[in-house]
Nanobody
Framework: QVQLVESGGGLVQTGGSLSLSCAAS????????MGWYRQAPGKQRELVAT???????DYADSVKGRFTISRDNTKNTVYLRMNSLKPEDTAVYYC???????????????WGQGTQVTVSS
């Protein structure tokens, strides 16, 4: 059974930073693509970052240059470092895993329970 457990969300002021973590179990982590979605109230979910099994990364234009996704295959963990946070980054952030980034882009694969990030102005 796949389990993805996010941590690290919270409240931060505009311009601040937060780091999210997602610990995975029940999958062969090293061969899976991983990613982070977010969903704000009343808005469509957005795929903000992905990282392939080989470490290639991709970002939504809205977070490019501010967010960094990384992975540690020895710890079965994926991270999202968020800098220069803006109020519009406020959302529930979900960790996702799948065999490749196409699976993630389609919203398939496995999902965590989500962690709230709130950026105050």
């Amino acid at each position: 059974q796949v389990q993805l457990v996010e941590s690290g969300g919270g409240l931060v002021q505009t311009g601040g930073s937060l780091s999210l973590s997602c610990a995975a179990s029940g999958i062969i982590f090293s061969i899976n693509a991983m990613g982070w979605y977010r969903q704000a109230p009343g808005k469509q979910r957005e795929l903000v970052a992905t990282i392939t099994s080989s470490g290639s990364t991709d970002y939504a234009d809205s977070v490019k240059g501010r967010f960094t996704i990384s992975r540690d295959n020895t710890k079965n963990t994926v991270y999202l470092r968020m800098n220069s946070l803006k109020p519009e980054d406020t959302a529930v952030y979900y960790c996702v895993s799948g065999l490749n980034t196409v699976v993630l882009q389609k919203g398939f694969g496995s999902w965590g329970q989500g962690t709230q990030v709130t950026v105050s102005s």
